[in-house]
Structure formats: C-alpha cells, structure tokens
C-alpha cells in the first residue's frame, strides 16, 4: 500500500511556542490530506481538510488561526500549532488520499504525532 | 450528519475464541467502510476496505461484512490470538474524497 510518513512521531513543547509537524505521501501525489485529532480514549475527530494549492477547509470548532494548515505541493502538507497550550495535548494523525481517478483507494494514514505541551 | 456506533466499547476473551465487532451508521448513503486496527499510542492500520455495492471482505482471519440498508458492519475475527489485542475502529466515508468519520472503537484483550 501506499505509504504517508509524519513527523515527528513525539513532540514535547513548553506553552506559548509553535509546534510543525509534517506530513508526505512518499510514493504517491495526494490532492487531499486531512488531519484528525484524537484525544485519550476518543475516537478521531476530523480537524481540516487540505487540498493543493488552496485554503484549508476547517470543521466547526476548530480555530483556523490557531491551526495553520499549508499544503504547498501534491506530496506535503503541515499542521502547525500556533500558540500551544496545555489542553492542545493531543494525538495528531493526518490521512492522504491519491489524486483523481483512484476514488476507490483505501485511506493511507501517518504514524501520528504526539503533542504534549507543558 | 453521519455518526459512527461501536459496541461494545471493550471485550475481554481467551485466546482461539472466534469474536464479532459491531459497527453502526446512521446514514446508510455512505461510499466505503473501512475497519482499522489501532495498537496504544501508535497509528493505524488498515483491515479491509467494504466498497458500498460489496457484501463483505475477507482477509487471513478477519471478516467484514457490510449491510447499508440497515446501517451496520460486522468484523469477524475467527481464532483469536494475544496479538490481536488492540484497538479496532471502524470508519465510513459518505461520498467519494471526503474525510473518513469513525466510531469511538472496540479495545480487544485477547489472553492467553
């Protein structure tokens, strides 16, 4: 299958600062990447969805200036956590999904990246 | 708006018990389903895919069947083994590239 690497896979972060994390389709060019967010014992929640090239579509409740979504070109997108404060603890995983045309793709996940802002 | 059930949030069974996982949507116009396995503070990785027009997916141990009129999803784990215990969600996509939406999990403990 397809493979999505995120990093970093941990991050620990005092509060106030900004966090970057990072996601790339390796062996395929994705139009779409979405972030989730998952907290202890919860499912996925669905933050963002990113298309290439154009502004990031954010869900209710989620602060689109708290997190910036850029997704510059068909194999990398980044989530960045401006401002970090403790309740943005969190596990963060994004999700790609292959260009047009391969509508019936499974969806490829990123190893997830661990926020713990202190 | 499309919300994703999982019963029951937890199970508990010996090792080589045959088990069932169950999914449910309220929204049966979905595009796929697809069921993950998801192991403590780790990624996850993806089970079986169930198109909307197929019945069922079958890998190795594992069995997914999948019925849109009534909203539900079954995973069949035939055998169960003490690696098999993790965190199994199931997640539907309404239309063709939208965001997946997922139901809370089932945490499975097999013991041996």
């Known amino acids: 299958g397809a493979v999505v690497s995120q990093h970093p896979s941990r991050v620990i972060c005092k509060s106030g600062t900004s966090v970057k994390i990072e996601c790339r389709s390796l062996?395929?060019?994705?139009?779409?990447m979405f972030w989730y967010r998952q907290f202890p014992k919860q499912s996925l929640m669905l933050m963002a969805t990113?298309?290439?090239?154009?502004?990031?579509?954010?869900e209710q409740g989620v602060e689109k200036d708290k997190f910036l979504i850029n997704h510059a070109s068909l194999t990398l997108s980044t989530l960045t956590v401006t401002s970090a404060h403790p309740e943005d603890s969190s596990f963060y995983i994004c999700s790609a999904r292959a260009v047009a045309g391969t509508e019936n793709t499974e969806a490829f996940f990123g190893q997830g990246t661990r926020l713990t802002v202190v | 708006k499309q919300e994703v059930t999982q019963i029951p949030a937890a199970l508990s069974v010996p090792e080589g018990e045959n088990l069932v996982l169950n999914c449910s949507f309220t929204?049966?116009?979905?595009?796929?389903l697809q069921w993950f396995r998801q192991d403590p503070g780790k990624g996850l990785t993806s089970l079986l895919l169930?198109?909307?027009?197929?019945r069922e997916q079958t890998s190795g141990r594992l069995n997914a069947s999948l019925d849109k009129s009534s909203g539900r999803s079954t995973l069949y784990i035939a055998a169960s083994q003490p690696g098999d215990s993790a965190t199994y969600l199931c997640?539907?996509?309404?239309?063709?590239?939208?965001?997946?939406?997922f139901g809370k999990g089932t945490t499975l403990s097999v013991s041996s």
């Open positions: 929204d049966s116009a979905i595009y796929n």
């Open positions: 169930i198109q909307s027009s197929q």
């Open positions: 062996d395929f060019q994705a139009t779409t």
């Open positions: 990113s298309n290439e090239g154009s502004k990031a579509t954010y």
């Open positions: 997640a539907v996509r309404s239309q063709a590239g939208t965001a997946l939406i």
